[in-house]
């Protein structure tokens, strides 16, 4: 099939123009960032994996009723999603205190929270994607009060699922990061769950032994990123068991 035209290309993936209007395909890359691209490298096989991952936590998430913008997995590398309007935010949910939680507020890598907690991070490399309240979001318009429960609700709503998923497998879910679009049905629009979910995008620790299984291996260089993906995908039978790490084999 030929190929729609490139929207966009950022740091993990590149947008093209799907088949139908209000279509998009989101092509994986095997490229790595952290530190606001400061690190780079190209790292073999991510891009399949997070394909991968990223369709079976969305296609879980839609299945239970929390709208995604995920259609179908189209082959390795690229997806079929709905297009929309990305809302300028990071919706960052955290169970346990790590990575810049930890910095900002010098609390030890694990230590459990109270409670789930929400942050919202503007969404501007140039400015390094800095927190903001809900009032500078009111305040600047990039969502309303209802976008903004609503927002709460599915960040609360995708910690839940994910967090049991990874516990069923092992795994402690730490914090993860999403983004939220607008798609538009007629006159209405609605919130859905975009971008991706996958382990680029989240803190993901083995419950037994705590080794990290996700970027946090490349941003702190701690092994291979590509073996700890693939692990993931490994205890989720999104691969079948024996698959070597350096060549992820897919399951239909
Ligand atoms: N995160 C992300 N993209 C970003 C910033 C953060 O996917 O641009 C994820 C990150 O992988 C982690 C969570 O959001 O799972 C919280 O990240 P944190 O604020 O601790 O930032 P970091 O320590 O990664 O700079």
Redesign the pocket.
């Known amino acids: 099939m030929a190929r729609g035209k490139k929207i966009y290309e950022g740091k993990a993936k590149i947008l093209f123009e799907g088949p139908e209007p209000g279509t998009i395909v989101q092509y994986f890359k095997d490229d790595a960032t952290?530190?606001?691209a400061e690190k780079k490298d190209v790292i073999d096989g991510k891009g399949v994996l997070n394909n991968r991952l990223s369709e079976y936590f969305m296609t879980g998430l839609n299945q239970i009723g929390v709208p995604t913008h995920f259609l179908k997995r189209m082959n390795m590398r690229e997806q079929l999603v709905r297009a929309c309007e990305i809302i300028p935010l990071?919706v960052?949910v955290?169970n346990f205190a790590?990575?810049?939680?930890?910095?900002r507020l010098g609390i030890e890598e694990g230590t459990q929270l109270p409670r789930p907690i929400v942050?919202y991070?503007f969404?501007d490399d140039s400015l390094g994607?800095p927190?903001v309240t809900e009032e500078h979001i009111a305040a600047f318009g990039w969502a309303s009060q209802q976008d903004m429960d609503d927002i709460l609700g599915l960040a609360l709503r995708v910690n839940d699922f994910m967090s049991g998923v990874m516990y069923g497998v092992g795994i402690r879910l730490?914090?993860?990061?999403i983004e939220i679009g607008r798609v538009y049905d007629g006159d209405f629009q609605r919130l859905v769950v975009a971008d991706e979910i996958s382990p680029?995008?989240?803190?993901l620790w083995d419950m037994e032994t705590g080794r990290k299984l996700?970027?946090?291996v490349f941003?702190r260089d701690l092994g291979n990123l590509t073996d700890a993906y693939a692990e993931v995908a490994r205890r989720l039978g999104v691969m079948p068991k024996g698959t070597g790490p350096q060549k992820p084999t897919l399951v239909n």
């Open positions: 952290a530190f606001n990071e960052i955290r790590a990575g810049s939680m930890s910095t942050e991070c969404k994607d927190l730490v914090d993860f990061k680029d995008s989240c803190r996700d970027k946090d941003r």
